[in-house]
């Protein structure tokens, strides 16, 4: 009896602790749980701290990564064979140069003033030939007027530029940029030719909080326009952003009525300061060169805004392009956030693509 009780005793006690075992493996591993989620949680926020304090550099490195992988691959393959800087190296460059959309007449001015430097600096390495080709490079996009000048009250920005470029995007950077630097900005949704083109702004002005003025879809665009100069007037406001409808140049049009609505604004504001930002869209490559001669012969540009640099290996294009027309960049878009827009630095973006 004695002995049967002993067992049932045992017994018990052995299943108490298995019972007590399985619950502490039970504890550790919930805990265990825990600390992963709590790692991963900080690894989130971490890296989403990273994206809003990234500087300007790391943006356009990142945005430019394909453009300056397409350049580094060539570029690694011609120094990989390195020897000596002579003709051979410079016509192997200026060959890439020429494959990345620099065009033919900028790359060649960029090599010419590279021999040159070559010769008179005795540079003889690698990393030195590469840092003077960084500096030709930034010397081409350097050119006078990059800064925004508005400095009327109010000032025009009127953006213009083919379909889907990133205009109306780019309104939206800007404009929130702008604000934040005190300006008290107004919209005017001048595109109204595509149903949802009014709506699109509105978000972007509510994102950006700033005013808007719209009219119904189909209106005539000189006329938003002009409304909204009226009311930057009576408000005080610093600056007008005037969306447009994009259009092709082969549109005569749309050409047209672009014509009209600068005609408004040089007749109701011709004291004021004026910007006519024709913005490109990186990914199409040579294409924008055409854009350019296109628009220039319709609105006196005074600067060029190159977005979606952040998907594409052509952002070389635009090298060219300030070469040839002697118009600045002034911001360049890395994204879809209204963050995403940063006023162009020549440095840095050679630095980024070479
Ligand atoms: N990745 C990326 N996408 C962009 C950038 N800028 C604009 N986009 C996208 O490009 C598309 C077209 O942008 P919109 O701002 O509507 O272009 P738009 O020139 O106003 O177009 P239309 O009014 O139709 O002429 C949208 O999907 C934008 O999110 C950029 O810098 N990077
Ligand atoms: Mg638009």
């Given at each position: 009896m004695l002995e049967k009780v002993i067992n049932i005793y045992f017994y018990y006690i052995s299943k108490l602790k298995q019972k007590t075992s399985f619950k502490i493996a039970c504890f550790f591993v919930l805990k265990l749980l825990e600390n992963l989620v709590k790692c991963v949680r900080i690894v989130l926020l971490i890296k989403m701290q990273r994206r809003y304090t990234m500087s300007f550099f790391e943006k356009l490195k990142n945005g430019l990564s394909k453009t300056k992988n397409s350049f580094d691959e060539k570029m690694n393959n011609i120094f990989s064979t390195f020897?000596?800087?002579?003709e051979e190296l410079l016509d192997e460059l200026e060959e890439v140069l020429i494959m990345s959309d620099i065009g033919m007449d900028t790359s060649v001015k960029i090599i010419e003033n590279l021999r040159l430097r070559i010769k008179k600096e005795k540079i003889e390495d690698s990393e030195n030939v590469k840092q003077a080709l960084r500096e030709e490079i930034s010397k081409i996009l350097d050119?006078?007027?990059?800064?925004?000048?508005?400095?009327?009250?109010p000032s025009v920005i009127l953006v213009v530029g083919v379909n889907g470029v990133g205009k109306t995007t780019s309104i939206g950077k800007i404009a929130n940029r702008l604000k934040k630097d005190g300006k008290k900005v107004i919209l005017a949704?001048?595109?109204?030719?595509?149903?949802a083109a009014v709506e699109q702004l509105d978000i972007w002005a509510k994102r950006a909080n700033c005013e808007i003025v719209k009219k119904d879809e189909g209106s005539d665009p000189a006329s938003v326009v002009f409304d909204a100069i009226k009311v930057a007037k009576e408000e005080n406001a610093d600056i007008l952003i005037c969306d447009t409808a994009g259009r092709l140049h082969n549109k005569k049009y749309l050409m047209d009525e672009l014509y009209k609505i600068q005609k408004v604004i040089e007749k109701e504001l011709p004291q004021a300061d004026k910007e006519v930002l024709l913005v490109l869209d990186a990914t199409t490559g040579q294409n924008a060169i055409a854009q350019v001669k296109a628009f220039k012969e319709t609105a006196p540009i005074t600067g060029l805004v190159l977005t979606k640099?952040?998907?594409?290996?052509?952002?070389?294009?635009v090298i060219g392009i300030v070469n040839e027309n002697?118009?600045?960049?002034?911001f360049i878009g890395?994204?879809?956030?209204?963050?995403?827009m940063e006023i162009f630095n020549s440095e840095d973006f050679a630095k980024a693509i070479i």
């Open positions: 020897r000596k800087v002579d050119i006078d007027n990059k800064e925004l000048k508005l400095q009327t009250k949704a001048a595109d109204t030719f595509r149903a640099l952040d998907g594409t290996a052509k952002g070389g294009v002697k118009i600045p960049v002034k890395v994204g879809e956030q209204i963050e995403d």
